[in-house]
């Protein structure tokens, strides 16, 4: 998906993608208005490239975790004029606008398995590590007393809650009290 | 018609074109005491009878429908407090007296089936919930609403103040997340299907009805009551 104010910048950018064939423009915006940031949402782009110019003047630094509340796909930014540096971090990517074609599709390769790969770890069950811990935060134990047990940082421990969290979709103790009872992993 | 004719603060919509444009706005009018059998009506008219400012229904509006909308302070400076605190007592009621009541009945018969062992973790995770929402309610009716009372009326306040709500404010909506979770994706296969999912819409409906109760309290209420407490009523 394209999202570029520009029509002959996006244009361009299309047939430069369809003649090496590799990846298509499932659609363009050419700005994030109300009702384009809903189709944003309902969009299966697996990449999205947004010229940081579509985005208002006061939301150009944030961009990034803008787009990120309506899609999971990586974000590449496409430089079309000198910008302020700040409104380029976050990016996952950025194109210039005298990238030759096949710089431009190394980009958006790159961009699309670094996504996948932090995707992968993400859809899996929970680790052998990942379960004991649950069942010691289920038994009420603090972070810095599980940190102790297993021999870990409690750095390490805070993370190691965060993905049980982004996994099962419970995130308070009690509610994961439940989730571990219900799976047999505790007897109450 | 375009949501700004709709939301225009000369009140010319008829109630009924409001309704229909966002749904969830039924719970706002019947909150307020205004009646619902007057669609024909304009919400001006409306809210008249009902003796409801219509500046502050609009606000309550606008921000039930656009998750993003910040109310500016010049709109801020017309909210009728009173209103406002109408509209949250209402809801109190509801939440407790009805939506947490029917919720409790379909998580009931929906966990019947399951080993006792499950039926009492789950029972006590909702009531858990359940006791903590009802806490934080009665907090806003004992401590909150009578000390805005106060500030309305110009009275001097007994030592309260709104950043002491603020920091009360807990969060509850995190374990109705959990409950909806649990319920979704990990309860145990002899329940039925129906009451599951009667029991999901259930939850889904509280969990938005509530996210805009809260963004209320925010957006509106803190916000004016700070502007009150700084600079008085103008």
């Known amino acids: 998906m394209l999202i570029i104010p520009a029509t002959m910048v996006a244009r361009g950018f299309e047939s430069i993608l369809n003649s090496v064939g590799e990846f298509q423009v499932t659609s363009i915006l050419s700005d994030l208005s109300h009702n384009n940031e809903v189709r944003l949402r309902f969009s299966d782009a697996d990449l999205i490239v947004m010229d940081p110019q579509a985005m208002d003047f006061n939301d150009r630094k944030n961009a990034k975790s803008a787009l990120q509340a309506y899609t999971d796909a990586p974000v590449i930014a496409l430089q079309t004029t000198v910008l302020n540096e700040e409104y380029l971090k976050g990016y996952d990517e950025i194109i210039n606008l005298y990238d030759s074609p096949s710089t431009i599709i190394r980009k958006l390769r790159a961009a699309l398995t670094v996504k996948h790969e932090v995707q992968q770890a993400e859809s899996e069950e929970l680790s052998a590590r990942e379960k004991e811990i649950l069942v010691a935060v289920a038994q009420g134990k603090q972070n810095k007393e599980i940190a102790d047990m297993f021999n870990l940082s409690v750095y390490t421990v805070i993370t190691h809650r965060k993905n049980i969290s982004k996994k099962t979709g419970i995130r308070s103790v009690a509610g994961l009290t439940v989730y571990a009872m219900l799976n047999n992993l505790i007897e109450v | ?234």
């Open chain 2, 1 to 234: 018609m375009t949501h700004k004719d709709l939301f225009a603060s000369n009140g010319k919509t008829l109630l009924a074109d409001l309704i229909e444009q966002n749904f969830p706005l039924i719970n706002i009018v019947g909150r307020l005491g205004m009646d619902l059998r007057m669609g024909r009506y304009t919400v001006a008219e409306v809210c008249d009878k009902a003796g409801v400012d219509l500046e502050t229904f609009m606000l309550i509006c606008k921000i039930y429908t656009y998750d993003d909308f910040v109310p500016t302070d010049n709109l801020l400076d017309k909210v009728s407090v009173k209103d406002i605190v109408k509209y949250l007592h209402a809801s109190h009621q509801y939440y407790a007296g009805t939506a947490l009541v029917q919720l409790e009945e379909s998580i009931e018969n929906l966990l019947r089936p399951c080993s006792e062992k499950q039926k009492s973790a789950i029972w006590k995770f909702y009531s858990e919930y359940s006791d903590e929402v009802r806490r934080h309610f009665s907090y806003e009716e004992e401590q909150l609403f009578p000390y805005l009372d106060m500030l309305c009326c110009g009275k001097e306040n007994n030592g309260y103040s709104i950043s002491q709500f603020e920091e009360h404010h807990s969060n509850v909506d995190e374990k109705l997340a959990d409950l909806k979770n649990l319920i979704m994706r990990y309860l145990p296969e002899e329940c039925d299907n129906n009451l599951c999912m009667q029991t999901i819409s259930l939850i889904f409906h509280l969990e938005t009805d509530l996210l805009h109760h809260t963004r209320i309290e925010d957006e509106i209420l803190v916000a004016v009551v700070n502007r009150i407490e700084k600079n008085g009523r103008k």
